[in-house]
């Protein structure tokens, strides 16, 4: 008899091209993971319209995230990838979920504190419960774990909490899922001016994108914030100048950092061939996640097509689970 292996859930929303971040960050553990569990991982589209997308954008951006994840090494014949809306299960499991949230707790969770600040026009009730939302998303499959980064440790514990109050309540149902990464992969890139990491919102020109062409990347990383010398021997390599050997240790040839390293040490560094060496070994790096996501979006037959079977998949696991949970709340009259 095979051995269940055990489910992982995790999404990303659609909100513009995948940068070094989310590859480095995240996709690169998804790649690992699909290989060791049942992997459920899905494109976030509910959970962007707290943000009002303009709806001629939405669809382009969904099929994009998809053929980029593909493109970088998700493989749709050993994991289950969908679009958030094509399971609705999920809108009615978040439906009995809000019934175990308190406002209270919800307006303490800092994200929303974040974006009351950020966007104080536009809080709406989606906001609010975006936790319960994201909890609804890992509770349905069932999910043992979940790959989250430092930011998103909060969410999880809601997912957790809600998990315990529904078994509390009615009867166990829900896994309390744990966080998950293989450790030596837990990675922050660093934006290329030097303030903070890489960020699909903040300065376009400080983060590499997978979409982005060659002569893009070369100008980004030429323009990357450096030093104004080699430094005293022996004293610590400044902020923005590790940040372009961290880049480096992630694309470039494994002799290239230490002959860095020794160059700013010995005082003999020139930042111009070091961002060179950068630019061309990152070139290499992207082109080909590139050019394969680009050739992909040019087949939406085939990217729907994916959709359409991933979608399958999680609403028959989806459907099991909601069954129950009504099952076990009394919303069973037939």
Known sequence: MAIQKEIVVSGIRPTGNLHLGNYFGAIRNYIRMQEDFNCYFFVADWHSLTTHPDPKDLPGNVMSVLAENIASGLDPEKVSLYVQSDVPEIAELYLLMNMLAYVGELEKVPTFKDKVRLQPENVNAGLLTYPVLMSVDILIQRAAKVPVG?????????????AQRFNHRYGDLFP?????????????????????????SE??????????E?????SKIKKAKTDTGAGEPGAPIPESVQNLLDLM??????????????AYHNQSIRYGDLKKQLGEDMVNFVAPIRERAKALQQDTEYLKKIMKAGAEKARANAAQTLQQAKKLIGINYY
Do not use: W
């Not at 930011?151 to 809600?162: I, K, S, T, V, W």
């Not at 060659?214 to 070369?218: A, E, M, S, T, Y």
């Not at 240790?249 to 020794?262: G, R, T």
């Open 150 to 162: 430092k930011d998103q440790g909060q969410h999880l514990e809601m997912a957790r909490n809600f």
């Open 249 to 262: 240790k992630l694309v470039s040839a494994p002799d290239v950092v230490p002959f860095y390293e020794a």
């Open 176 to 200: 309390e899922p744990e966080a998950f990464n293989y450790g030596d992969n837990l990675v922050r890139i660093p934006s290329l001016d030097g303030k903070g990491k890489m960020s699909k």
């Open 214 to 218: 060659d002569d893009k990347i070369l």
């Open 203 to 212: 300065n376009e020109m400080a983060t590499i994108y997978l979409a982005d």
